[in-house]
């Protein structure tokens, strides 16, 4: 296995990164000289436009299909990916692992169909134990991998119950991973945002003025999140200066309910 040092070029693959946290971690690290590869699960088009974006800041990027709900297909996908580092890096090994795909749902808990439970734990929980397993052999040593969770996995607000079991077990397999992928130099960390306007869940913190008041006036900075917030913390986490940081939880929340 290779070791990423300063001699191979810094490629990240971040999930879910044609719109949204992912689009806009992916402009920061092509801003900080890194090579990406997006996924995308049907937005083709606007896959391409992140890509293009990407090459207009001077990096060099890739877009592939992925739907995290079909571990099925994550074999395959890794023949992808890997054939993407040698066509546009002559490269070998991914530095970088984003798991950022994902979707919301609000519904309390008595109105949570099984059906959309599942859904979920498919994409956020089992979909990022199978990929991570799945692109392992393509991760450098040295490199690094940062799991996506949420405020709403510190605190409680109605209608998020099935979304936030689901990032808590992200935060805990965050730490077995960051356990078991030490030998190999590999350093793995939970980012989590607070409340961000963005489409998410339907854009409903961007949209609803009653609902971005309600955030800001419980957030110590006084604001909802926007997408630069959560990217550029990404980016910096990423950094060749911070590798000492590992199995740590981050919130990205402005100071949401503290």
């Known amino acids: 296995m290779t070791q990423a040092d300063n001699t191979t070029p810094r490629i990240a693959l971040v999930t879910g990164g044609s719109r949204g946290l992912g689009k806009n971690t992916a402009l920061h690290l092509a801003r900080d000289g890194v090579g990406v590869i997006i996924t995308y699960v049907s937005n083709r088009a606007a896959a391409e436009q992140t890509v293009d974006e990407i090459q207009a800041i001077g990096a060099k990027a890739v877009a592939l299909q992925l739907d995290l709900a079909n571990s099925r297909n994550f074999p395959g996908f890794a023949d992808a990916v890997r054939a993407a580092l040698k066509q546009t890096w002559n490269a070998e090994y991914l530095t970088y692992l984003v798991n950022n ?17 599942d ?67 590999i350093a793995v960390n939970t980012v989590a945002p607070g409340a961000i306007e963005t489409d998410f869940g339907g854009g409903r913190v961007r949209d609803n003025a009653e609902l971005n008041a309600f955030v800001s006036s419980q957030t110590a900075l006084g604001r909802a999140g926007r997408p630069d917030d959560i990217g550029a913390a990404v980016a910096s986490l990423l950094r060749p200066e911070n590798g000492w940081i590992n199995a740590q939880r981050i919130e990205v929340s402005g100071g949401m309910f503290i």
Do not use: C
Not at 106 to 113: L, N, P
């Open 101 to 117: 795909g994902g979707m919301g749902m609000h519904a309390s808990i008595a109105e949570t169909s099984e059906a959309v439970f």
């Open 119 to 185: 859904e979920l734990y498919n994409v956020h929980l089992k979909g990022t134990f199978f990929l991570t397993q799945a692109l392992l052999p393509l991760i450098a040593d040295g490199g690094r991998i940062i799991n996506t969770s949420s405020g709403l996995a510190r605190f409680s607000l109605p209608g998020y119950a099935a979304y936030a079991a689901m990032k808590g077990g992200v935060e805990v397999m965050t730490r077995y991973m960051a356990k078991e992928f030490g030998a190999r130099g």
